[in-house]
């Protein structure tokens, strides 16, 4: 009897991909964002803010990662940058093929930031790498203090993580620091940063940490 592992042989042809898509991205000096998390902890919101103070210097483009709807696409647009919905249909997340698509509409030779919104989940995204520079993914306290450690793997393999909405934490009764030190065991290495859209320092730390990695990508 032949064992037919499927899921590795998914994950491996995603990865071949991804791999193309780093390549194309490093051949015109973009440098990728993924944002996952989950639905309403607040990354369409980061992502208009780092669009909005970074697209005067840089030439931004986003993916709009969505089930089906294409409401978050409409907000990036209205920030007048070029925007590409993807709607995955019945999967919950974003993976290396789709991601390969919309480059093609994507005018490469004038894009410095690629920022991509994976679809609502702390799950799915987990084994799809797309080609990215850098993989975010961002919680909020309204999702409860026990979330982190629920859902180990996303911030395993995060590059960066986001606790959002810490102005709120007293109202839901959450401790932001908790949260933090519970992805701090998981990933000892990964910067965390706290942050809130009416706290304009919390979020020009997260616009900061973007800003670096373009600039270090246009000096390769």
Partial sequence: MHVIHMGHDVYKANDKVAEKNRKK????????VNVMGAIGSGKTTLIEEAISHLKEKYRVAVIAGDVIAEMDSSRFRKLDVPTIPVNTG?????????VEKALDKIDLDNTDLLLIENVGNLICPVDFKLGEHLRVVVVSVTEGDDIILKHPMIFKTAELAIINKVDIAHAVDVDAEKMRE????????VPVLLTSKHDWESLETWIDFIEHGVKETQKK
């Fill in 25 to 32: 991205l490093n051949k015109h000096k973009i440098f990728s």
């Fill in 90 to 98: 019945k999967e919950c997340h974003l993976d290396a093929k789709l």
């Fill in 182 to 189: 519970d992805i701090l065991s998981l990933n000892p290495n």
